[in-house]
């Protein structure tokens, strides 16, 4: 319905997985997730998922013209 | 259990989620011209899109805590709510209920009863549904309300009404649309925000195989209730104990009562016809992608056990493992009651600890783990221990369970802040969520079945987008009523529930015979629907469960049965409900005659709809062989976990 879920979805999982990224690099603290900086794993993982939905999105809206 | 303290990373996700979600309502508003769009977004959407909200309109906060608590206190049998229960409902409705929903085009499931039978059985059903589905939003804001409360430290009234006002405003934007477009946001936040939950737990255990022996050492610990020792398998299996009988597994039910009542019954009749989830099916975009809705939501649905029914088997290993430093949280306790203990620790010596565990047990209110409690003694009389470490050492021995505080428990334990964020804002989003859901599914049955109907027929389309605006501000009004209510009178919105049950309970009968049955009348169905519902009552009235005393929890006219537990009390309670309103609709039925032609129902019933003929499609993309391939994976899961 002329608003393509894909936008809202994809920019705000590339937002948050921008901001959890700088926070995993910015502060690596390891302990309680098992040694493990799951902030910048886990940031990294929704910017490549965020960033996959916009580009959908994008070529939704091409496909359509 | 003590607040969680936000960081800034935390505050800043919750906050961008909120002003997306705000975002979509407004980007939607120039899309709402009529009242369709408004009420059932118009047949416009897209099928993967109608997929999700399908399932997330009944994933909500509370399923995600419940199944957690399920998982901690059932074991992977908890699965059997999703794989003997959604799944077949969600393909049977897909494959042979949607034609007539979709096809018939009713707007709403009440209104398809209209058209099926009479208005009678649209009165009763739209009633029941809309002070359900209200009171189902409220039970959900106070849960939230309360969460917030007691895990943030915000102000419960302030907590309710803000969330409120957000899911109002994007909802009074967008409407239906709104809902479903964060119904599926909301999807993604749970699966993103806890699947590091999981796999940190998982990995902290040494893996699945690690987990499920833990699990077994557990079982072989535990004793039932009515003193049978469990089988090593009741956590990890999920057909044996069950299979062994209702007294070999923790949740004390027996296999009739869970492939009939609970896998038959109670799931057909949610999936099948509850308009919450039905809703998002019949706004897709066409016949084809109405009945694929609920198979591409089937699969999301299958994979979930292992994203919200595992945390609560995490939690029971972690527990049963020393040197982890967890425990499932104990039930909430004031710190006066933890102040007084700590007080009896340091006045105990090891020769007159025995009184001292009393003392304390009385002190707190609960069981408590004397072994513990002993040693703890034992070591501040050796070593002076400070207060903080004696108040957790009595807190690691209280021996009671607030199995409801497991997920998050789980995530205050593995999520540093971001993560923490991420995971949070995906409860509160799913809360919302589902406020959203009941509040549009009111809406719609409000102003077509209610208002329409019967109120003010015949007016021009604009005044029922307007009045369709106005519930939603009444719906979310009431919603906020209900949730003050339920956090006063427990014992009323227990009482409330059960109603809520007995209304559930023979509706798949009804819907059954109403759509593939042609005889069926309007008289037998609504005869039958009411004989259902009373036969409930009756039931509850003459049973109860484990060691209920009679009164609000059944058997308060006598006690003709005791069920080994409540979930098992539920399930032939359904059982029955359901055999009375199926013989009750028939045989009134066939001696009553129908008030609508063959003509009039054509598109409404099996034999007098022509079969659809999907010839563009190729032939594994038929409902019906996706259907069935779905079957057969579930069954796969079932033997994996056999």
Not at chain 2, 75 to 93: D, E, K, N, R
Not at chain 2, 490 to 498: E, G, P, S
Request: with cysteine; net charge positive.
């Amino acid at each position: 319905m002329g608003l393509d879920i894909r936008w809202p979805i994809g920019l705000m999982f590339t937002l948050i997985g921008a901001l959890l990224t700088g926070y995993g690099l910015l502060k690596s603290d390891v302990s309680m997730s098992l040694g493990i900086n799951i902030n910048l794993v886990w940031g990294v993982v929704l910017l490549v998922f965020g960033a996959a939905m916009v580009i959908g999105a994008m070529r939704g809206g091409a496909a359509k013209k | 259990m003590q607040p969680i303290q936000l960081q800034w990373i935390d505050y800043t996700i919750l906050i961008a989620y909120v002003a997306f979600v705000l975002g979509i309502g407004w980007a939607l508003a120039r899309y709402m011209k009529t009242s369709a769009d408004f009420l059932t977004s118009a047949h416009s959407i897209p099928t993967w899109v109608t997929g999700l909200a399908f399932i997330s309109a009944n994933l909500g906060a509370l399923e995600l805590v419940g199944m957690a608590a399920s998982g901690a206190k059932y074991g992977i049998m908890t699965a059997h709510f999703y794989w003997v229960g959604a799944i077949p409902a969600m393909i049977f409705l897909a494959v042979f209920m949607m034609p007539f929903y979709y096809g018939s085009k009713a707007r709403s499931v009440p209104e398809y009863l209209k058209m099926r039978f009479d208005e009678r059985v649209r009165a009763l059903n739209s009633v029941a549904f809309a002070v359900m589905t209200i009171f189902a939003s409220g039970i959900s804001m106070n849960a939230l309300a309360k969460l917030l409360n007691q895990l943030l430290g915000w102000n419960y009234d302030l907590a309710l009404w803000i969330c409120s006002a957000v899911v109002l405003l994007y909802v009074l934007k967008g409407g239906l649309t709104s809902a479903i477009y964060t119904e599926v946001l909301q999807f993604f936040m749970i699966v993103l925000g806890f699947a590091p939950v999981v796999y940190l737990g998982l990995k902290d255990l040494g893996g699945w195989h690690a987990m499920n022996q833990s699990l077994q050492t557990v079982a072989t610990h535990t004793v039932a209730p009515n003193g049978t020792q469990y089988a090593a398998n009741a956590w990890t299996s999920a057909w044996q104990p069950l299979l062994a009988g209702s007294a070999h597994n923790p949740m004390g039910v027996d296999l009739f009562a869970m492939v009939f009542g609970l896998g038959f019954v109670l799931s057909f009749g949610y999936w099948c016809t509850n308009f919450l989830v039905v809703q998002r099916a019949m706004a897709a975009k066409n016949m084809a992608a109405a009945r694929n809705t609920p198979l591409v939501a089937a699969v999301p649905k299958m994979i979930f056990p292992f994203l919200v029914i595992v945390p609560g088997m995490i939690a029971v290993a972690l527990t049963s493992i020393p040197g982890k430093g967890y425990r499932i949280p104990p039930p909430v306790i004031a710190e006066q009651a933890y102040a007084e203990a700590v007080a009896v620790v340091k006045s105990a010596s090891p020769a007159n600890a025995a009184v001292a565990v009393t003392t304390i047990g009385i002190d707190l209110g609960k069981k408590v783990d004397s072994v513990k409690l002993t040693s703890l003694i034992t070591d501040n009389a050796a070593k002076k221990l400070t207060d903080a470490q004696i108040k957790t050492g009595i807190y690691n021995s209280i021996a009671e369970y607030d199995y409801d505080g497991v997920i998050l428990s789980l995530v205050k334990k593995y999520c540093p802040a971001g993560l923490l964020g991420l995971a949070l804002t995906a409860l509160l989003a799913s809360f919302m969520s589902g406020m959203a859901g009941n509040v549009t599914a009111f809406n719609t049955v409000w102003t077509y079945d209610l208002y329409q109907a019967y109120f003010a027929p015949g007016r021009s389309d604009k005044h029922y987008f307007w009045a369709g605006k106005v519930t939603t501000v009444a719906g979310i009004l009431l919603s906020i009523a209900a949730a003050y209510f339920a956090s006063r009178y427990n014992n009323a919105m227990d009482i409330i529930q059960l109603v809520f049950g007995f209304v559930n309970a023979p509706l798949f009968a009804t819907f059954l015979l109403g759509m593939f049955w042609k005889r069926t009348t309007g008289t037998g169905a609504f005869l039958g629907l009411f004989g259902g519902i009373a036969s409930s009552a009756l039931f509850h009235a003459v049973t109860t469960a484990g060691t209920n005393a009679p009164g609000v929890k059944g058997g308060y006219l006598a006690v003709l049965q005791t069920f080994p537990s409540e979930m098992a009390q539920n399930f032939w309670l359904a059982g029955f409900a359901f055999t009375v309103c199926f013989v009750l609709t028939l045989t009134i039925s066939l001696a009553t005659k129908s008030g609508k032609t063959d003509e009039e129902l054509t598109g409404l019933v099996y034999s007098l709809t022509p079969k659809i003929k999907s010839t563009d499609l190729p032939f594994y993309a038929q409902p019906g062989v996706v259907g069935v391939v779905l079957l057969i994976c579930c069954a796969v899961l079932n033997f994996i976990f056999w």
